[in-house]
């Protein structure tokens, strides 16, 4: 019997955004996984919008991280602290998941050992219970398919440090691929980009924001035009050039040639009758990678393959895991009307 003060909650622990579902509220919690720490003290200062407002803008003592690499935690210890400062957001007091039980997505395929370290270090802070989940399995869910069934399904979840391509059937994976390339890596090729055509040196939010402002995945859209600033690496001076879709668009092309060639690779490696699901299903687009503008033609075209976006991409994957603290594995879930989706948050 699970006691009476216990809280439940499902944990998106993604590498650009940390997503929080509570039992009996829903989603409390969206906030970019993004930790501040003074480097002399090792003292505590921000996480999650506060931190991000500090990129590119903080004193050299600020460091500013990603506790989080490539989908998995690469900085226990500070993982832990910006899980705390969260917790601490929506429940108002500091106790981290204490008497809690907790299920945590994870990547598709990471090993066995960093499953069970992932649930150990939650269970050692103070939670009474950790599963961890594999992402596009509590993906699917959120979005409302129905895993219990001998049908196959093509979840795409293009995260901020890793793309999973995986098919499902009967609530498990059936073959999986994962690429270290995701929309952070898209923001560091923009970076690049710039520097390396305009001399220009950019920070990791201007970036992002050509990303979502003129960022598309085809080259049949209109041209769209964005005004840029950064530094010169000439003269050190502030300056400001024109950024046009079709430049981006190159940059962008290179991670879509790799994200359809998993996609493809991966189709190979299942039985003919899943793949015939497949093609009968469509393929789930979900991640924050799902609002780039355009994705779901382009692998359409690429793939002959119907594509259907979630409907809360940033958020399905801590709806699933919601889910199964509910116990369901097959019914579909939607956001109350109450709470609107914060697809806006990076992708």
């Known amino acids: 019997m699970f006691k009476q003060f216990d809280k439940f909650f499902g944990i998106d622990l993604g590498t650009s955004n940390t997503v929080i579902y509570e039992r009996g509220k829903g989603i409390v919690l969206n906030e970019p996984s993004v930790i501040a720490f003074h480097q002399v003290t090792s003292e505590f200062i921000a996480a999650g919008f506060e931190a991000q407002a500090m990129i590119g803008r903080s004193p050299e003592y600020v460091e500013i991280t990603y506790p989080l690499q490539n989908g998995v935690i690469a900085n226990f210890d500070r993982t832990s602290v910006m899980l705390q ?21 994870v990547p598709c395929g990471i090993t066995n050992v960093q499953k069970r370290a992932i649930e150990e270090t939650i269970v050692h802070k103070g939670a009474r219970k950790a599963i961890a989940i594999e992402e596009p399995i509590a993906a699917a869910l959120g979005a409302g398919l129905r895993l219990d069934e001998p049908i196959g399904h093509l979840v795409l979840d293009i995260g901020g440090g890793t793309s999973q391509v ?7 994976v059936v073959a999986s691929q994962t690429i270290n390339r995701a929309g952070l890596s898209i923001d560091r090729d923009i970076r690049d980009y710039v520097k390396r055509t305009y001399n220009l040196e950019i920070g990791e939010r201007t970036a992002e924001h050509i990303k979502k402002e003129i ?3 085809t080259d049949s859209s209109a041209e769209r035009t964005l ?3 950064g530094r010169d690496l ?3 001076l502030p300056r400001s050039i024109p950024l046009k879709s079709s430049e981006i668009f190159t940059v962008i092309n290179d991670f879509l040639e790799t ?10 490696r299942v039985p003919p009758e899943l793949a015939g699901d497949v093609i009968e299903q469509g393929i789930l687009l979900c991640g924050g990678g799902a609002l780039i503008e355009g994705i779901d033609e382009r692998i359409r075209m690429e793939t002959g393959v119907a594509v259907h976006i979630a409907d809360h991409p940033l958020e399905c994957t801590a709806i699933g895991t919601g889910m199964m603290l509910d ?19 990076a992708m």
Do not use: C, H
């Open 85 to 105: 400062y969260f917790i601490k957001k929506i429940q108002g007091r500091p106790s981290f998941l204490r008497s809690s039980q907790i299920y945590i997505s």
């Open 166 to 172: 995986a098919i499902l059937s009967l609530g498990g």
């Open 215 to 217: 960022g598309t995945a």
């Open 227 to 229: 005004d840029i600033r």
């Open 234 to 236: 000439v003269d050190g």
């Open 259 to 268: 994200l359809i060639e998993a996609i493809r690779a991966t189709m190979e």
């Open 327 to 345: 116990g369901s594995r097959s019914k579909s879930w939607s956001l109350p009307s109450n709470e609107k989706p914060q697809d806006e948050i």
